[in-house]
């Protein structure tokens, strides 16, 4: 199966710093490597996402690198709000059917 | 984008009752759902994995007894949390995969007393 990491486990920025979440893995087979935002009793929001022959990946404050050799891939906010309080889950798929979800990164923005 | 449908989205019940969730994926046919448990605080944990017209696959340490899955359509996936303990409480969340994506319900709160 999938052994899949996140680190930092909590994370606390004050707003407008940027914040790095780094996620590894253990399935060579991985080729598609999302992040998703999960607010307190909500499902998971996917907020970006990267496949396997891209090295990064941007969407305005929000990006993705990924380095396949390494089995690692970060997700970068940038000039962080508090509106991205918020836990935040990797899930590298591929190979397996099932998809296992990252140890999850609980993220405070402070005013 | 495809629309998973998840109810209830919280239920409170008596201790040895059971309780079904259900999971309808709205304007896209789903051969294969997914359903994670999630505890306060904690990831996904996925406890199996339901295809369309054959028997769930259930991850290790999770009892097939206890939590029935049923994928009798391609549409609506069930799972039947049966004689419910207070250790059942949780949140259960289903998910379905199109392509290399998932889409999520919105996820049940059980609380059993």
């Known amino acids: 199966g999938e052994n899949v990491e996140q680190h930092p486990s909590t994370l606390s920025v004050q707003e407008g710093d940027s914040a790095v979440i780094k996620c590894t893995y253990s399935d060579s087979a991985s080729n598609y490597f999302p992040w998703y935002k999960q607010e307190l009793g909500k499902r998971p929001q996917l907020i970006i996402d990267?496949?396997?022959?891209?090295g990064e990946k941007k969407d305005q404050r929000i990006a993705v690198t990924l380095n396949k050799t390494a089995k690692h891939f970060s997700l970068h906010i940038t000039e962080t709000q508090p509106e991205d309080s918020a836990v935040y889950f990797c899930?590298?798929?591929?190979?397996?059917?099932?998809?296992?979800f990252g140890t999850g990164t609980k993220l405070q923005v402070i005013p | 984008g495809a629309v998973v449908s998840q109810h209830p989205s919280r239920v409170i019940c008596k201790s040895g009752t059971s309780v079904k969730i259900e999971c309808r994926s709205l304007d896209f046919q789903a051969t294969t759902m997914f359903w994670y448990r999630q505890f306060p605080k904690k990831s996904l944990m996925l406890m199996a994995t339901s295809n369309e017209g054959s028997k769930a696959t259930y991850e290790q340490g999770v009892e097939k007894d206890k939590f029935l899955i049923n994928h009798a359509s391609l549409t609506l996936s069930t799972l039947t949390v049966t004689s419910a303990h207070p250790e059942d409480s949780s949140f259960y969340i289903c998910?379905?995969?199109?392509?290399?994506?998932?889409?999520f319900g919105s996820g049940t709160q059980l609380s059993v007393l």
């Open positions: 998910s379905a995969r199109v392509g290399e994506k998932l889409f």
């Open positions: 990267i496949r396997s022959n891209v």
């Open positions: 899930a590298p798929t591929g190979g397996y059917q099932k998809v296992t």
